[in-house]
């Protein structure tokens, strides 16, 4: 396969015409990856940046990328892999099937490459490392990988991380627990790379208000993400006697349909209908969190600090999450950590919010001050331009 050499001349470059960069990506919008990338995509300064996005699926996003002059293509043999704290080997097995077609993948996004003749490829999950060396081998193009997973600290994870660490020129972590974690399972490396924390989307106005106040969860349906874990606090609610309160369930059962039908089965044997209900998956969780008098992220693997929580914190929505992390969760001003999950606590916090219409006033200003400090995008688009430019000029220079 001959390679796509990126057409930029160390001239063009200074002329400043923008970089053409190819963004590799699994989902087409129905996941937190995705969202963050469209996220900073649709604030790159065109003169400086031309982007392309590859994708896996089909999904909302191709919309709005078309909505704002950005390029898509569909590469379903796009197959991708990060492990577990558990089983991580019966997923790997699962995944087998997506990664035999990696070299159908990487041939595709190197033809993508050509055509776009892009300088730069980015790919936006470390579950794409199996594809990085394939596609950087097509390409000879400098290499961006984005590290979006909190890794086990086991061998799969340290695989992971160090296939990262060798194939890339440059990592990006949305938190700096990301990158603390991986530091610990590659040792010395000498790969640039640098916190960016995820954009949240611009608030927007609900589209009416809900009778009943509703406490949200956006996510996967999947024990790891501790979904079931719901149903305890909605159960602890109930036997509290609480005011009316919903827990809407946003997300897809994308991997474990009979694990969501257990639920369904649970809640109706326990007779909670009227403290929680699964809603589906939603392409607008903005008019969700619009609407939301708080969010719930009761997960297994304690990272409160994920795209739902950033996107809470900057609309106003105080989160009550497992984990004791507090660099976006601030305890007692923008939300409550849990840690351990403890489905009394997190209920008798959610009643002290409904009876206390002051405090949760004063967590909501709090939280919108910091998603406007923390996750507005400014800095965030300033800093991958900066890195990308930075990659492009290196590569010339070699």
């Known amino acids: 396969m001959a390679m796509t050499a990126s057409i930029r001349s160390a001239e063009g470059l200074a002329a400043g015409t923008p970089l053409r960069t190819l963004h590799v990506d699994i989902e087409g919008g129905w996941g937190g990856s995705s969202r963050s990338l469209y996220e900073l995509i649709r604030r790159f300064d065109r003169d400086r940046v031309a982007p392309l996005v590859a994708h896996r699926e089909s999904g909302p996003l191709e919309a709005r990328y078309a909505a704002i002059d950005v390029p898509t293509a569909r590469v379903p043999e796009i197959g991708s892999y990060v492990p577990r704290a558990r089983k991580a080997l019966r997923n790997l097995v699962a995944s087998v099937p997506r990664l035999r077609r990696l070299d159908a993948a990487a041939d595709a996004l190197a033809g993508l490459a050509r055509a776009h003749r892009a300088d730069l490829v980015h790919l936006n999950y470390e579950g794409l490392f199996l594809l990085a060396g394939k596609l950087k081998r097509r390409t000879g193009l400098p290499m961006a990988i984005h590290c979006r997973a909190h890794l086990p600290e086991s061998r799969w994870g340290r695989w992971v991380a160090r296939t990262v660490a060798r194939e890339a020129d440059h990592v990006f972590f ?225």
């Open 174 to 398: 949305i938190s700096p627990q990301e990158q603390a974690r991986f530091e610990s399972l590659v040792g010395e490396s000498a790969v640039p790379r640098e916190v960016v924390w995820n954009i949240a989307p611009p608030p927007v106005t609900p589209a009416a208000p809900h009778a009943v106040p509703e406490a949200v969860y956006l996510g996967s349906i999947d024990p790891e993400k501790g979904t079931d874990r719901l149903i305890d606090i909605a159960a602890a609610l109930e036997s509290a006697a609480a005011p009316p309160l919903l827990i809407a369930v946003h997300g897809r059962a994308r991997a474990r349909p009979r694990y969501l039908e257990s639920l369904r089965r649970r809640v109706a044997a326990a007779r909670l209908e009227g403290r929680i209900a699964f809603r589906g998956h939603t392409a607008e969780p903005e008019q969700v969190l619009a609407g939301a008098f708080a969010l719930i992220r009761p997960s297994r693997t304690n990272d409160p600090w994920g795209r739902d929580v950033i996107e809470a914190t900057s609309f106003g929505v105080p989160v009550l999450a497992t984990g004791s992390f507090d660099g976006v969760v601030e305890p007692g001003v923008t939300g409550y950590l849990f840690d351990p999950f403890d489905a009394e606590a997190m209920a008798a916090r959610l009643m002290d919010l409904l009876a206390q219409p002051e405090l949760r006033a004063r967590m909501s200003a709090a939280a919108r001050q910091k998603g406007a400090r923390q996750f507005s995008g400014d800095h965030q688009v300033e800093a991958v331009t900066a890195a990308f430019m930075s990659l492009v000029s290196r590569s010339h220079e070699q």
